[in-house]
């Protein structure tokens, strides 16, 4: 492959002469510029993005880190992605698997300027570490956060959860399980200032044993399967924090014999494709405009634009999983 | 953000001196290593990776070429980007839709050497235009095509869909509606292939009006349901080229008030998480031992190491979607 050697030499110009001519910065004379085009022409050279970049310093690159390739953050990557090209920015995907030195790694990436800036759809490290390199670049998360540094696209889950449990108690369900995610994440305290609110307001008493607290990522549907198994009181309905659970939750309760809705009502969170595949009623809260806001923001930063935000909206979208109690008709 | 320039001025040497240290490339004295090391350190300077990366002149990233973010290559793209990281490499992800002008671009970043290899899991263009950029850098994929110049890990075709269609003949089916890909991938040749010696073999006759060429990557099944909703004479089986098609044949048949398998058996190809989830039966043809492959052939290419290649097996799983024919019981 031809340098700028090469095309300094055949156009018997100086290299600083060629980088000119390419760069478009600094001045040429015309015939000096059309000496050098014919050299680059004749030579196929194609000039470094590289060293391109290393001149404005950008690589038009955001790191996307997320914990694992399975249970793969699909509609939501695929619209930051999709979002990011549209803009001329691509993605580099991290799979962190929880560990928080592959973190650090990622972050020190953006440090020593191979990203222009970073999204955090998972995270092991504490939010002070982030804290400390927004210094060489832009933040984004979807976790909501209080940050001055760090920016969050995120939607409230109190009034979304308490309008979930709502729908339960007005389809007939008052036995109710929860199957919520981190205890330390702000979404999770505000679905049990939620499930508070509920039990308050509609005379009921919480079953504590009913209450579930994501420990790992994995397989927790199949778990909570098990356990409604073996559960010598069952709930009438589990609600979800995510339909990746409610899906797994589903099938294995399949795999074990039982039916859904007819033997437990569920509704998810995500309005995912599966949970459309599986007919799960679920709750669609924008996550497509919360990437979109989130790239957009990482945009705004590096290019001093000032793009508009959309806001977050919730939907609750009714299927198969959760008909009136009592009112489940065999299918044929 | 401190320079290498600044680090130079503190330690009173010259800017090649500190990227001699800093590269630990050429002769520097310890004397002047150490007055480098302590400016680096008090200027908390971290050296340019792109800069280095223009030394070395690889960027340890391999772009990955799909159509969209639906029907996204879950399993496959989360075996490739965790095998790349581990061996400290990065994967950005470029979304194309089928748009020939956008494989260009990335092909080209390739050869202004952003990427150092590229793998091409959908593409629009020519293979011919591919194999023109292979001076530039290896590109794999996992079509099944004959070229001298790109990698390609693939498994036959022909032996897993003859198996799938004795397989469906043996639980009783007869009647089989075949959904496949794109006519001119080598795949769907072998599949037709396979359903010409099926019927030889079995002394049955082909009903052409049931079979299915993909013309649009989406909805596919979705449609495929409604056309089995309308047809007068219904087959009692349907083979899919891949799980997604399955599914949402599956899952928009249900919608239409049908069930599956009682009105029709379904077999997918692919083994994913939603036909696990939706209890489909299908082939597990080793994708992520197929991605492994890919990423490993680049990986052999970019750093002359020979390491290995997986051979590919296929394995049939048998689900809940294809019953012995008549012996399908209601569940409960």
């Known amino acids: 492959m031809s340098t700028i050697s090469d095309v300094a030499k055949l156009a018997k110009v100086s290299v600083s002469t060629v980088s000119r ?3 478009g910065k600094g001045y040429v004379s015309k015939e000096t510029q059309k000496k050098v085009l014919q ?17 404005s310093g950008k ?5 996307f880190i997320t914990n694992s390739p399975l249970g793969f953050p699909n509609s939501f990557l695929g619209t930051f992605i999709a979002i990011a090209n549209l803009h001329d920015y691509y993605v580099t995907l991290y799979f962190t698997n929880g560990d928080k030195n592959k973190e650090i790694d ?28 927004t210094a060489y670049g832009p933040i984004a998360t979807r976790y909501r956060i209080n940050s001055k540094q760090i920016y969050s696209s995120h939607i409230d889950h109190y009034p979304i959860y308490l309008a979930s449990l709502n729908y339960l108690y007005q389809q007939g369900y008052k036995k109710i399980a929860h199957s919520m995610g981190n205890p330390e994440n702000r979404n999770t305290k ?5 499930i508070n609110s509920f039990y308050q307001g509609n005379g009921l008493l919480l079953n504590v044993d009913w209450l579930f607290c ?39 309760l399949q795999n074990l014999g039982y039916n859904v809705p007819r033997d437990v009502a569920v509704i998810g969170f995500d309005n995912s494709d599966i949970s459309r595949l599986m007919h799960v009623t679920t709750v669609d809260y924008s996550a497509n ?3 979109e806001n989130s790239f957009v923001h990482l945009y705004n930063q590096l290019n001093n634009t000032n793009i508009p935000q959309h806001h977050l909206e919730y939907k609750l979208i009714e299927r198969k999983t959760t008909p009136k109690i009592n009112d489940y008709i065999e299918q044929d």
């Not at 690589?59 to 790191?63: F, N, P």
């Not at 972050?107 to 400390?132: A, P, T």
């Not at 505000?190 to 939620?194: D, N, P, T």
């Not at 990522?217 to 990746?244: I, M, R, V, Y």
Request: proline residues 2%; contains cysteine; glycine residues 4%.
């Open 289 to 291: 405009l919360q990437a």
């Open 214 to 252: 994501e420990t790992s990522t994995e397989n927790n549907g199949n778990q909570l399967a098990h356990w409604f198994h073996h559960a010598t009181d069952k709930p009438e309905a589990l609600a979800c924090h995510s339909d990746s659970i409610a899906v797994e939750f589903i099938s294995e």
């Open 59 to 63: 690589t038009q690159t955001i790191g």
């Open 21 to 23: 001519v390419i760069s």
């Open 106 to 133: 990622v972050l020190n990436q953006m440090k020593h300027r191979q990203l222009d800036g970073i999204f955090v759809f998972n995270r092991s490290n504490e939010w002070s570490v982030f804290e400390s390199y």
């Open 39 to 55: 050299a680059a022409q004749e030579l196929a050279y194609s000039p470094n993005l590289i060293a391109r970049n290393l001149q």
């Open 190 to 194: 505000a679905r049990i200032k939620a």
